[in-house]
């Protein structure tokens, strides 16, 4: 079921007599002039309410005589259960979003002319420019020290503070004088793909 799918389902049973509706048919079948009668509320109002659920196929009608017997269809209120559980509708809703785009947007509001105009003062902004360095840097080479500064230097004129916050992040990890991109760093670069 599509995220769309899933939040029409969930916008349909919100409402509190839909819900009542489905305690009461999951129960036993009932017509709507029953209905009516057990929720207090006109059966035109029932009616609606059930079409709402008919259409999701939460519900069945069969004909008895002049009147219409609801019943809740126990397959549907199955599936119901399992779009319900948290982590499947999170999940859902996660597809849906482009975690990428805040990134692009602290990275305009941040870089002109692909060099940086401030290090961001917001721990969250700055861990996005730093991940963006990060993945300035060679993916398992050791630099040197002047190699480093002379890398950072294209990016930012205080290359020293923004060698020391790479490595404060542990996006970069320094021996002696020798630099390099970590692990971390590779996995920070894409942190939301597990998301998408």
Known sequence: MSFDETLTLLKTVSDESRLRLLAILEHRPCSVEELAALLGLREATISHHLSKLKSH??????????????TARAESLQRLTEVLALPRVL??????????????????????????RAIPASRKKRVVVLQWLAAKFPEGKKLAETEVNALLARFHEDF???RRELIGYGLLARRGSS????????????????AR
């Open 91 to 116: 999940n859902a809703a996660r597809k849906e979003i482009d975690f990428g785009s805040w990134d692009d947007k602290v990275l305009s509001d941040f870089l002109h002319r692909g060099r940086l």
């Open 179 to 194: 630099y390099w991109r970590t692990k971390n760093a590779a996995l920070a670069l894409n942190p939301h793909d597990e």
């Open 57 to 70: 196929e939460l519900v069945e009608v069969e004909p008895e005589g002049n009147t219409r017997i609801y």
């Open 160 to 162: 020293a503070t923004v």
